[in-house]
């Protein structure tokens, strides 16, 4: 059973355009949520997170939006940049029932094209 | 700061051996953890210690076993590597359970 799945295995946009990565959850006591980027042969890296009492994040480039109702937050990157190009990670963690450890999804390959 | 180091990069065992990865971070953090990454697949979790002298079961745990020797050094260990061991493995860590965590480069184990 899958908790945290992101259904978009890749994602292509043109440079300058926006990216939109889905994440999608099934535990609702999941109230901490982030995304991480990873390029090849190194580790993630932490990028952005929201908490379950916000609906938006924003910090620069990147916005995370979450709806709460229908258990699915999303990472909007404007404009997309050459160098966005990696794997993107949502990760959901519920304070109250694991002490804050993060489950991750599979990821999404973004590959942004000059 | 060198945030946190893996070791080694890369690794070949054969089935039946054994070996211990090394994580070290020097960012003063409470909480560390393993985690194994497979082809197409996201990351999961291993073992996890909250505090040194604490360790707790994550997702994957069967097959091994972890050290936090200090609050500095997590080390996780294979007794008797399988081929379905073959993966990348990450260490991280954060100042508490709640927060970003920052990872290590990653071990590449490969067993034939």
């Known amino acids: 059973d899958q908790q945290v799945k992101q259904n978009s295995p890749s994602l292509s946009v043109q440079e300058g355009r926006i990216s939109i990565l889905n994440c999608d959850y099934t535990?609702?006591?999941?109230?901490?949520f982030l995304w991480y980027k990873k390029y090849p042969a190194e580790g993630p890296t932490f990028l952005i997170s929201?908490?379950?009492?916000?609906d938006k994040n924003e910090d620069g480039r990147f916005t995370v939006f979450l709806n709460k109702s229908a258990k699915h937050l999303s990472l909007h990157i404007v404009p997309s940049q050459p160098g966005d190009s990696a794997v993107y990670f949502c990760?959901?963690?519920?304070?109250?029932?694991?002490?804050?450890?993060?489950?991750f999804g599979d990821g999404t390959t973004l590959t942004v094209k000059p | 700061n060198a945030g946190v180091t893996q070791t080694p990069k890369f690794q070949v065992l054969k089935t039946g051996q054994s070996m211990t990865l090394q994580c070290a971070q020097d960012?003063?953090?409470?909480?560390m953890y393993w985690y194994r990454q497979d082809p197409g697949m996201g990351l999961r979790l291993i073992y996890y210690?909250?505090?040194?002298?604490?360790?707790d079961k994550g997702e994957v745990p069967n097959g091994y076993n972890v050290s936090r020797l200090n609050k500095r050094e997590f080390s996780l260990r294979l007794e008797s590597a399988a081929p379905s061991q073959t993966s990348v493995y990450f260490c991280?860590?954060?100042?508490?359970?709640?927060?970003?965590?920052?990872f290590g480069p990653g071990t590449r184990l490969t067993v034939t």
């Open positions: 960012m003063n953090h409470n909480s």
């Open positions: 990760a959901a963690s519920a304070w109250s029932t694991n002490a804050g450890k993060s489950t």
């Open positions: 991280a860590s954060s100042s508490s359970g709640r927060d970003e965590q920052y």
């Open positions: 929201i908490s379950s009492i916000k």
């Open positions: 210690s909250a505090s040194e002298g604490t360790t």
């Open positions: 535990n609702s006591m999941f109230d901490y």
